[in-house]
C-alpha cells in the first residue's frame, strides 16, 4: 500500500521561500518518477513538477527558474523548493508516485501579499 506523507507547507509573504518534503512507503521508491501537485480553492489539481527516477525534471511554465525539486532514494523522499513564493502559489500541496493513484493528505501553502 502506497502511502505519503508532505511536510513544510505554512504561511510566507511574497518573495520568501519554502521546501517541502514527502516520504514515501509501500513502493520501490528509486524506480519510480514523484511529482508534486497543487489545488487552489475553487481550481482543479495542477501539475507542479516531477522528477524521474534517472533525476530528470519538468515544471509547469508558471514555476519554472523559482520552484526545484529534487529527491533522496536513500530517505524515499523528494523534496519541493519553492522560491520567490507570489500569492497566487497558495494552495493545498500534494506528493504522488506517478505510477500509482493515491494521494497524501496534502500541505498547506499561503503566500500572503
Known amino acids: 500500500q502506497v502511502q505519503l506523507v508532505e511536510s513544510g507547507g505554512g504561511l510566507v509573504q511574497a518573495g520568501g521561500s519554502l521546501r517541502l518534503s514527502c516520504v514515501a512507503s509501500?513502493?520501490?521508491?528509486?524506480?519510480?518518477?514523484m511529482a508534486w501537485y497543487r489545488q487552489a480553492p475553487g481550481k482543479q489539481r495542477e501539475l507542479v513538477a516531477a522528477?524521474?527516477?534517472?533525476?530528470?525534471?519538468n515544471y509547469a511554465d508558471s514555476v519554472k527558474g523559482r520552484f526545484t525539486i529534487s529527491r533522496n532514494n536513500a530517505w524515499n523522499t523528494v523534496y519541493l523548493r519553492m522560491n520567490s513564493l507570489k500569492p497566487e502559489d497558495t494552495a493545498v500541496y500534494y506528493c504522488?508516485?506517478?505510477?500509482?493513484?493515491?494521494w497524501g493528505q496534502g500541505t498547506q501553502v499561503t503566500v500572503s501579499s
Open positions: 504522488k508516485v506517478q505510477a500509482f493513484g493515491s
Open positions: 509501500g513502493i520501490i521508491f528509486n524506480i519510480n518518477t
Open positions: 522528477i524521474t527516477s534517472g533525476g530528470s525534471t
